[in-house]
T-cell receptor, first 109, second 116 residues
Framework: GQNIDQPTEMTATEGAIVQINCTYQ??????LFWYQQHAGEAPTFLSY??LDGLEEKGRFSSFLSRSKGYSYLLLKELQMKDSASYLC??????????WGAGTKLIIKP | IAGITQAPTSQILAAGRRMTLRCTQD?????MYWYRQDLGLGLRLIHY???????GKGEVPDGYSVSRANTDDFPLTLASAVPSQTSVYFC???????????????FGPGTRLTVL
């Protein structure tokens, strides 16, 4: 079966750095996405990785290792507005997105 | 720019009733999707459409049907609602369909459906 694993919940302090991990086992691989979802709202796109390595976009970076079936989302200089769930999704061999359950990130002052 | 709209925002429905959730996008995207999101589970694909006139089944299609008569609209119908269909339903769209390239999915605001 296909599986995406993420921690259920993480807590971090405002101004700090947090790394959210995602491991996956899927039928094929055609890219990995990270989305942010605030409570009661729709998911919004954050990043996309299809090749190994680090993609940086402002305070957010995403890393991919295809050989290890592993990705992480790195959030720097955390702000209270970063409190949200972060969803990892992998596009499989049929080009369908397989979604993890999401990691709820709690930011404390 | 509206993006994707969904209606209704929320609904309480008696079991056995028929219900259609509406989804409209104004981005001229080829592909559209319906997901359900339940607590503790990832988004699960119900049905999708890579282009107007075509539809496909996702991971959890039973009890749901869709149609894609034109590019903009992608309604989801529950023929006879059951309590297990209580969920938050998200409609999404993407440019190319079939997932080539980045093909980011953009989501509507969701419909919260409760079936009693």
């Amino acid at each position: 079966g296909q599986n995406i694993d993420q921690p259920t919940e993480m807590t971090a302090t405002e101004g700090a750095i947090v790394q959210i991990n995602c491991t996956y086992q899927t039928s094929g691989f055609n890219g990995l996405f990270w989305y942010q979802q605030h409570a009661g709202e729709a998911p919004t796109f954050l990043s996309y990785n299809v090749l190994d390595g680090l993609e940086e976009k402002g305070r957010f970076s995403s890393f991919l290792s295809r050989s290890k079936g592993y990705s992480y989302l790195l959030l720097k200089e955390l702000q209270m507005k970063d409190s949200a769930s972060y969803l990892c999704a992998v596009r499989d061999q049929d080009y369908q997105l397989i979604w993890g359950a999401g990691t709820k990130l709690i930011i404390k002052p | 720019i509206a993006g994707i709209t969904q209606a209704p925002t929320s609904q309480i429905l008696a079991a056995g009733r028929r219900m259609t959730l509406r989804c409209t996008q104004d981005m001229r995207h080829n592909a559209m999707y319906w997901y359900r999101q339940d607590l503790g589970l990832g988004l699960r694909l119900i049905h999708y459409s890579n282009t107007a006139g075509t539809t496909g089944k996702g991971e959890v299609p039973d009890g749901y049907s869709v149609s894609r008569a034109n590019t903009d609209d992608f309604p989801l119908t529950l023929a006879s609602a059951v309590p297990s269909q209580t969920s938050v339903y998200f409609c999404a769209s993407s440019d190319s369909g079939g997932g080539r390239g980045l093909d980011t999915q953009y989501f509507g605001p969701g419909t919260r459906l409760t079936v009693l």
